[in-house]
């Protein structure tokens, strides 16, 4: 892709900055095989939830993932809408390194490898498909701004360097540490005028990166991106059947009940549909191509 820059443009009602990601929800057609993969090859910590779903986190924290087995569900398919890929933020580049040998160790292929100047990052698929970044922030400090713009891009990773940062004597890192977590979901859009409509407009999430045809940037708090859309495969799709492997919901998680239910009442007075009956007490909305989006207060 070529160098994007972003336009620091703030959404008529901003959302909280200390929103963040939590939880990707996932429709698998084999639980097992993908707790597999999630726990031996990304390192996650799984656990079984009550309604047999599957979790897996870092260390004590919340979960990043969470799997619901369905054999019979419908196959993912690339070109409608719904995930490209969840994204694992680890905290160090050593710790990228250390993802990186798992990988290596498993045999597990690699799609990409990319320098985004804000970040480093690996890309993978699940054993269903799903798209999957594992990568490590850059210091905000070390962030680029031309005339006010920050500077990102999609560079090749150099992959020895990356390696070279594994101490020598150190036994390998077999589960990602704790502070692991979803630093960004990337999702296929149907179209981008709707749907910044809704994320930006509604949610309040500021645009920050328009520079890449048929993709849109947003984010809280001068964050580089907590969601990214794109129409890249999925332009003028509408989403899979209900059911499908793939995307099921993920979690948009803001500060506190205040700030939650600021976002809430935007929602109403846009006169979008909310389920508000969900175990984890969160409130589902969709966005114009069908992706489930649960806001909760943490």
């Given at each position: 892709m070529p160098m994007a820059t972003s336009s620091h443009r703030g959404a008529p009602q901003a959302i909280d900055a200390r929103t963040t990601m939590g939880t990707v929800r996932l429709i698998a057609s084999d639980p097992g095989r993908s707790r597999s993969f999630y726990e031996q090859v990304l390192g996650l910590w799984p656990t079984e939830s009550d309604?047999?779903?599957?979790?897996?986190?870092?260390?004590?924290?919340?979960?990043?993932?969470?799997?619901?087995?369905?054999?019979?569900?419908?196959?993912l398919d690339p070109r409608a809408t719904g995930l490209f890929h969840l994204a694992v933020?680890?905290?160090?580049?050593?710790?990228?390194?250390?993802?990186?040998?798992?990988l290596a160790d498993a045999r597990w292929p690699l799609d990409g490898a990319s320098d985004h100047l804000v970040s480093e990052a690996l890309y993978l698929s699940d054993p269903d498909g799903n798209g999957i970044?594992?990568?490590?922030?850059?210091?905000?400090?070390?962030w680029r701004e031309v005339d006010g713009q920050l500077q990102m891009a999609t560079l090749p990773l150099d992959l020895r360097s990356l390696a070279d940062e594994l101490p020598p004597t150190?036994?390998?890192?077999?589960?990602?540490?704790?502070?692991?977590?979803?630093?960004?979901?990337h999702l296929q859009v149907s179209e981008l005028e709707q749907t910044?409509?809704?994320?930006?407009?509604?949610?309040?999430?500021d645009v920050t990166?328009?520079?890449?045809p048929g993709a849109l940037f947003v984010s809280a708090g001068g964050y580089h991106h907590h969601l990214g859309l794109n129409t890249w495969n999925s332009a003028g799709s509408g989403p899979p059947p209900p059911g499908s492997v793939g995307l099921r919901s993920f979690d948009v998680e803001l500060p506190?009940?205040?700030?939650?239910?600021?976002?809430?009442?935007?929602?109403?007075?846009?006169?979008?549909?909310?389920?508000?009956?969900?175990?984890?007490?969160?409130?589902?909305?969709?966005?114009?191509?069908?992706?489930?989006?649960?806001?909760s207060a943490r």
């Open positions: 309604d047999g779903a599957i979790t897996l986190g870092a260390g004590e924290g919340p979960a990043l993932v969470e799997l619901h087995g369905d054999s019979a569900a419908p196959g933020l680890v905290p160090s580049r050593v710790d990228l390194a250390f993802a990186l040998a798992r970044e594992i990568y490590r922030d850059r210091p905000r400090q070390e150190a036994s390998r890192q077999t589960q990602v540490p704790t502070g692991t977590r979803i630093g960004h979901v910044e409509a809704f994320y930006a407009g509604v949610l309040g999430f990166v328009r520079g890449y506190g009940e205040a700030e939650l239910q600021t976002v809430l009442a935007r929602i109403s007075d846009a006169g979008l549909p909310m389920q508000d009956d969900l175990p984890s007490g969160g409130h589902l909305v969709r966005d114009p191509s069908g992706n489930a989006v649960v806001l």
